[in-house]
């Protein structure tokens, strides 16, 4: 009753268009809904990759009800978007795992990839952006993915094994510099592997989850410290991925590349309740 009130008194712009006002327990409308359960994974990578770049699968481009929909989540607290956010990342950890395993799974599954434990790890925020975001956005949205991919008869887990000291805002550097904030900002957790000398520190499939794809620089520093802990990663997946362009000329070429889709994690994009009340999961 308590949220059926709120949507009298408080319905929301559309978090993905920012246009049609809806109810707070929907979050977005019935177009954005349509264009989100339309995108499918594909294969993207920044022009140069940086050196220990992971291939990585996106789950769309970063425009349109993606766009709004993560900067809603992300940048204004509506945390509730963290539920079908984290599904249609299932998606791009799914098709990362499978292209990075080379398994050949079909849309119809294969019993043999489900069992083979998928381990989630998200890049982590620093302390002052989790304060200022109401958590660690991240991990929030890699919990609900694991749920989805639990669901979908998939053996998965999240995994934290970094920590993120302060670093400069991103925006103001150039792509060498990310690279080098990034790198230099990352710490492993002692407490939270197990260092040994017979067997890699973690079995199973390591996908890194993040919110999006730039310059590749985030995703290849924590590549690179999981890897001086034995920790091989598969893949990296995202939820968007920017269009950086290379030049030839006149003519330029986005650096990402589409291929088919892979296996089918979510069937349909869940409307959520409370968008406009924080959120503890």
Known sequence: MGADLADLVLPAACAGCGGERVPLRFGVCAACVAELEALRPYATAP??????????????PYSGALRGALLAYKERGRHRLAGPLGGLLARAVVEAAVRGSGWGVTRSGDARALRVPLIVVPVPSTVSAARERGGDH???LA?????????????????QPLRALPRPDSASLNVAARAAAAESSLRIRGSRIRVSRRRPTMEGTLIVVDDIVTTGATLAAVTVRLQEVDMQVTGAAVLAAT??????????????????????????????RGDGRPSAG
Do not use: K, Q
Not at 47 to 60: E, F, I, Q, W
């Open 47 to 60: 022009d140069p990759p940086p050196p220990g770049m992971p291939a990585c699968t996106a789950v769309g």
């Open 143 to 159: 919990g609900h993915a694991v749920r989805r991919l639990r669901a979908a008869g998939w053996e998965a887990a999240v995994r």
């Open 138 to 140: 991240m991990a929030r």
């Open 243 to 272: 269009r950086l362009r290379r030049h030839h000329g006149r003519a330029g070429r986005e650096s990402a590349l589409r291929v088919p889709p892979g296996p089918e994690v979510l069937a349909h994009v869940p409307r959520t």
